[in-house]
């Protein structure tokens, strides 16, 4: 069901009018090699925020390493992980952040979507 979540997320991004594509190749270099489509990114919007989209029960720690190594491949500051497997949105949106000190803990480096009552 991710790719649905997907097209449909992606089209009313652009409705709004947001540049946004779609399993955006993410490129690694190995020993000198250049691997052009090692990775790809379920959104890219605006070539600033990485949206990846999950319909899992739980994201699992595994999930957000690898969105942070996606990250720290683009030179990208955020993402947002949108799990569409919980009971809501809210509970299910997740930011990562990729510009925070290696030093810093876990729970700085990786954020739940702020609720109303706590504004970020």
């Given at each position: 069901m991710e790719s649905?979540?997907?097209a449909v997320l992606a089209h009313e991004l652009e409705i709004r009018g947001l540049?946004?594509?779609?399993?955006?190749?993410?490129?690694?270099?190995?020993?000198g090699r250049v691997f052009k489509e090692a990775f790809r990114v379920d959104l890219l919007?605006?070539?600033?925020?990485?949206?990846e989209l999950k319909s899992v029960a739980k994201i699992e720690p595994v999930f957000v390493r690898q969105i942070l190594?996606?990250?720290r491949l683009?030179?990208?500051?955020?993402?947002?992980?949108l799990n569409f497997g919980?009971?809501?949105m809210m509970a299910g949106t997740m930011r990562v952040v990729n510009d925070v000190p290696p030093n810093a803990t876990s729970r700085i480096?990786?954020?739940n979507v702020s609720r109303a009552s706590n504004p970020a």
């Open positions: 649905v979540y997907e540049r946004v594509r779609r399993q955006h190749p993410v490129r690694i270099v190995h020993s919007v605006e070539d600033t925020v990485m949206v190594t996606y990250l683009m030179k990208l500051p955020v993402a947002l992980v919980c009971l809501t480096r990786i954020n």
